[in-house]
């Protein structure tokens, strides 16, 4: 008998990779005699780096940039050698920019940036790698991915020619914020003028941008520079109705009445870049991933591929499948988005093709979604009984194992 | 010492009349000399009808209305006695149309209906009540109110005059949903077609719509008909970026590339109704309420409150806050959304102004929300140790009293 283990990470408190071993070692004493193969999981979010750069051998390595509040911060990225060519680097928006790493209180979201993971993707490509993949999931920006592109060398400029700070908040008059946060804001916009010594910087800010300089950016593609694969699992445009304002700015603290105009700001960008590039990129799916930085990224150049799909390709998954007699996959907590491609949702749609049983243990499941994973989770939905908010690792570790105890194929 | 219990219901295991008698059980081991006032809470959404009912001593009633997917249920709502005037009613949506009540698999939300929210509101109103209560929380259905209209007697005419059944669903061509879907779809239209018999129905629905015959509502509204207030706690407009397609679409399954049409299809229902009304009542703050029947209750004369207001004061937490030592309240799941106008938050905040410690005792506490919710909550935030997903209503209980044991006001 072979299982083949590949959770999700159980945020907050357990990686992929030691979820895999706390459920491994939980079906190991029940079935003594079965090989068992770990491919842990993860679709573009937190722990894509650590996931990827270890099914594939890498490397982990750090660099230091701002964070989405301008604050400097260590990140930790993946290089993974490629024979006969350059490294392919490995980077998370999670890492950098991520929603469980905003401090408290958060700087409002129209002041967050994504300027330091421009910073990185210049690294990398200033190291030389032939291919870089950035995983999209879990961002607390919606700039539009102005924040990259600027890091990168655009400039944002308003109806004198002046350069704009890449940020989505009004400069003036003040906004009505706490004075800590102004402070704060302040810093920000002079850490990313610091930064950025070689041009002039002034104080204004996105909603004043009438023209784009791209020149930058356009010896940047016209050079033989990496290729650039996005991870992201949402189909959404950069704008309206259905666009990352719209749609997933109330995640990230947008009020409702400043959705109408970040969307706004959003549209002007798009219809700039657009233009810049002579092709509709804002209207793709996926331009509405992470805040906008989907649209960003595309304009580079670009291309989107599903983080889960992308996973279960290098992590062995997909080699490993069919020789499997169960197949167990995982994560912190299942709801009706499980369904919308997250990795368990990918593997139980590859297990069910290859006719596989197929087991969830999450570590809670919302009630209104059980029916419908049972319905995709031929072996069965389980949750271990995580007690209080925020089990510590070992707990979460242990309880899953002995829920794993008990578990049979079919 | 005096101590004030007010929590929301913990859904899917307590109602709030429950958790408070739990709670207080809890307090009274620790405080055997204390007086303690239970006032359990509601928000406009589930629970809604129950909580108000025995705050004012009023009667539960049943009827046969259709659910959101056309099937006959049978749902309650309160009678409350008023000195001198005729009864007031107190329905909920979620008793109707709840997200928590639909079938598995369900409808797609395009063939959703708040047609039986109608029948319901007729129904009242032939009683001769004097008021209408009417809870908006937790709605399955995204129809701009259409539904609830029709059934009142407005008429959607497309370009012909032919009167269009009010489903946003695209009659023709059939949409690709599973064959025991479409059977349902067509039982559902056949139902609003048998319960409508009066009328000339046709086969089309929304999609076609031209013209609105509102002539029934304005003989409705001209009448001396009950004042009817909606519960509700989000500001969003009927349609656009901020609208309850773009907000809420996609947690009710609204597909991302479904967004944009049917938003339009709002957008036009809006401006119909907007027109006849002569104001643009489709964007005033809470049009968006509950799939848009928000609009549809303010176009036809209702004023929006929020629901916890209401609910404090007519359960006399109001009146009995300034005579409490200690104020404690809770709710099934607390997470960043508790913030915006959730009952437990309307509580901290009516707590603190009256400069009284509240506690926050929830099910489950999101991680990323407990400096947040530690900065409302003086008396601290708690979690109850609910083990699995769904704990028994017994099991809940006594894990809420014993944990509710260990509190000290500070």
Chains 1, 2 share one sequence.
Request: hydrophobic share 40%.
């Amino acid at each position: 008998m072979r299982i083949l283990i590949a959770p999700n990470s159980f945020k907050g408190t357990l990686t992929s990779t030691a979820a895999a071993k706390a459920m491994a070692a939980g079906v190991a004493t029940s079935f003594p005699d079965a090989e068992i193969i770990c491919c842990p999981m993860a679709d573009g979010g937190e722990g894509t780096v650590e996931v990827i750069t270890n099914a594939c051998s890498g490397v982990l390595e750090q660099f230091q940039v701002l964070d989405a509040e301008g604050e400097l911060i260590e990140v930790t990225f993946g290089l993974i050698p490629k024979t006969g060519q350059a490294p392919l680097a490995v980077i998370e928006v999670a890492e950098v920019v991520g929603l469980t790493r905003l401090s408290q209180p958060p700087l409002p979201v129209e002041w967050r940036t994504t300027f330091g993971i421009g910073q990185l993707l210049t690294h990398v490509t200033a190291m030389g790698v032939s291919e870089i993949m950035i995983g999209l999931g879990g961002s607390s920006t919606n700039d539009g991915g102005a924040g990259v592109l600027f890091a990168l060398g655009a400039r944002f400029l308003d109806s004198r020619g002046v350069s704009l700070l890449p940020l989505v908040g009004q400069s003036q008059p003040a906004q009505s914020i706490p004075e800590v946060l102004q402070s704060r804001v302040e810093r920000l916009k002079q850490r990313i003028c610091t930064t950025e010594k070689s041009v002039e910087v002034r104080r204004g800010t996105l909603p004043d941008v009438r023209k784009l300089d791209f020149s930058a950016i356009e010896a940047l593609l016209n050079s033989s520079g990496p290729r650039l694969t996005i991870l992201a699992d949402v189909q959404n445009p950069l704008c309206g109705v259905a666009g990352s304002t719209a749609v997933f700015g109330s995640q990230k603290g947008v009020a409702t009445d400043r959705i109408e105009a970040i969307d706004g700001l959003l549209n002007r960008l798009g219809e700039l870049g657009d233009t810049w590039k002579g092709e509709p990129i804002s209207r793709r799916p996926g331009s509405g991933a992470a805040g906008g930085l989907g649209y960003a990224l595309q304009l580079i150049g670009g291309q989107i591929k599903s983080g889960a799909e992308v996973v279960c390709e290098l992590s062995g998954f997909d080699a490993a499948l069919p020789f499997a007699d169960w197949v167990m996959t995982g994560e912190g907590r299942s709801d009706r988005q499980t369904m919308d491609g997250k990795a368990p949702a990918i593997i139980a749609a590859k297990a069910r093709e290859a006719n596989i049983p197929v087991t969830l243990v999450s570590g809670q499941i919302e009630p209104n979604a059980i029916v419908d994973l049972q319905r995709i989770f031929s072996g069965g939905s389980y949750s271990v009984s995580e007690t209080g908010p925020a089990p510590s690792p070992e707990e979460a570790s242990s309880n899953l194992r002995r829920v794993c105890e008990t578990l049979r194929p079919v």
